[in-house]
Structure formats: C-alpha cells, structure tokens
Nanobody, 116 residues
Framework: QVQLVESGGGLVQAGGSLSLSCAAS????????MGWGRQAPGKLRTAVAS???????EYADSVKGRFTVARDNAKNMVALQMNSMTPEDTAVYYC??????????WGQGTQVTVSS
C-alpha cells in the first residue's frame, strides 16, 4: 500500500505565499520522483512541478519563478513553496509519487484558494 498525505492548503491573499508538504509511506515503496499537480473547477488536472531523486526539477510555465519544489529523499517527502500567488492559482493541489517500478500514486488533494 502506498499513501500520500498532503498538508498546508488554505486561503491566501493575492501576492501572498503558501507552502504545501506531502509525505509518502508504504511497505517496499521506492520512489523515483515526486511532485505536484492541480485541478481548478471545470478544468483538467495539470502538472505543476516535479523533482527526481537526482534533484532534476520541472515546472509548468505558469508557475516558473514563483513556485519551488523540494524533496527530502530520506524522509520520502516533497514540498511546494508558492510565492506571489494569484487567483489563477486557486485549485485543488495533489501530490504524486512515481515508484522506481513505474507505478504512479496520487494523494487525496488539498484546497488552495487565492483571494483578490
């Protein structure tokens, strides 16, 4: 069983910051990469940021320069620091993990709301 638990969602004013974290657990779960996706009402889920065990990162163009993803491989955790937030960042944010065997796992999601 693989479990991903997000925390840190909430309400923030435009221009403000918010930090999300996610912890992965499960027997014999070897993680190759972790990251974040988001889904706004009426829209498809899109990728936000990812980071491999080797430290390579990728960001959606819409968040480059504002969001930062970081991992603690030993603790199987990933964080997302969100700065200069706008109402367009309002969405449910989901943590994901990719096992070294190729399995993809998602957390339950946490709501992030940015007010004008």
């Amino acid at each position: 069983q693989v479990q991903l638990v997000e925390s840190g969602g909430g309400l923030v004013q435009a221009g403000g910051s918010l930090s999300l974290s996610c912890a992965a657990s499960g027997s014999n779960f070897n993680i190759g990469a972790m990251g974040w996706g988001r889904q706004a009402p009426g829209k498809l889920r899109t990728a936000v940021a990812s980071i491999t065990n080797g430290g390579a990162t990728e960001y959606a163009d819409s968040v480059k320069g504002r969001f930062t993803v970081a991992r603690d491989n030993a603790k199987n955790m990933v964080a997302l620091q969100m700065n200069s937030m706008t109402p367009e960042d309002t969405a449910v944010y989901y943590c994901f993990a990719i096992s070294t065997a190729g399995g993809v796992y998602w957390g339950q999601g946490t709501q992030v709301t940015v007010s004008s």
